[in-house]
């Protein structure tokens, strides 16, 4: 168990390679870790399919356990099933978005492609305002969209609902 709990302070340390305020696990990423012998399995679940960061993860996280002593040999897999959501984003990782300037998820409603299921106004990461717009549905990378807040000026990324 000591192993264990050693790898998940490793993987704490993971950062999400587009958003680097939040690790791995704040995200919600890790669906299992299991350690049998010095052979560690980490099992991850994308927040998005086709994600651009996907290999850059898997690497660090292989690199991560792998220098956790005691293990002799780390096996890294992706998996879909089942599908990650927001709602796995710990509550750490919620106020490490907010802190970035990255509005979290709301939970109200799927990613799609257009505008439509985006929230129209979201809460500003700055100044708490909701007096905020939707500019752009289409942020820097697919899992986040472009808001406006009218009352502190400032435009922001809000994290998209999966």
Do not use: H
């Not at 958003?19 to 704040?26: F, Y």
């Not at 010095?38 to 991850?44: D, E, K, L, M």
């Not at 709301?106 to 439509?116: A, D, H, M, R």
């Not at 129209?120 to 700055?126: E, G, I, Q, V």
């Amino acid at each position: 168990m000591t192993t264990e709990r050693a790898i998940w302070d490793a993987l704490e340390k993971v950062k999400d390679p587009e958003i680097p305020a939040v690790s791995v696990v704040e995200m919600g990423m890790i669906k299992e870790v299991d350690v049998r012998g010095g052979r560690a399995r980490v099992v991850i679940l994308p927040t998005f399919t086709g994600c651009p960061a996907i290999a850059v993860i898997e690497q660090d996280v292989r690199e991560a356990v792998g220098s956790v002593t005691g293990v002799e040999g780390a096996e890294v897999e992706m998996s879909y099933d089942p599908p990650w959501t927001a709602d796995r984003i710990t509550p750490k990782g919620r106020r490490e978005l907010k802190a970035f300037g990255l509005a979290p998820p709301t939970g109200n409603g799927p990613v799609l492609v257009t505008s439509i299921g985006l929230p129209k106004t979201a809460l500003c990461p700055f100044c708490g305002s909701s007096d905020t717009r939707n500019e752009n549905p289409f942020g820097p990378t697919p899992c986040r969209a472009l808001y406006y807040c009218s009352s502190c000026r400032n435009p922001f990324e809000q994290f998209k609902d999966v």
